[in-house]
Nanobody
């Protein structure tokens, strides 16, 4: 089994920055993929960013140039640096790990951006 624990959410003014962390534990293999999703009130969960085992990253167009995903494989931790935050970035952010075709999710962390 795999467990994911997020941290780092909070309240920030528009234009500000936050960094989310997701620590993975359990039976982990280096070939897994980790990423971040978010879900705003009344909306479907959407993919934000991802990083594969080799370090390749990808971003949703809505966050490209503002968010940075990184991975510390030694610590089994993935980070999401968020800059130039906008009110529309307000959501619960979920960490995701895909391993051998199975999805694992964290409990989510709230990010609120005030205008």
């Amino acid at each position: 089994q795999v467990q994911l624990v997020e941290s780092g959410g909070g309240l920030v003014q528009a234009g500000g920055s936050l960094r989310l962390s997701c620590a993975a534990s359990g039976m982990l293999f280096s070939i897994n993929t980790m990423g971040w999703y978010r879900q705003a009130p009344g909306k479907q969960r959407e993919w934000v960013a991802g990083v594969i085992g080799g370090g390749t990253t990808d971003y949703a167009d809505s966050v490209k140039g503002r968010f940075t995903i990184s991975r510390d494989s030694a610590k089994s931790t993935v980070y999401l640096g968020m800059n130039s935050l906008k009110p529309e970035d307000t959501a619960v952010y979920y960490c995701n790990l895909i391993q051998f075709g199975k999805n694992y999710w964290g409990q989510g962390t709230q990010v609120t951006v005030s205008s």
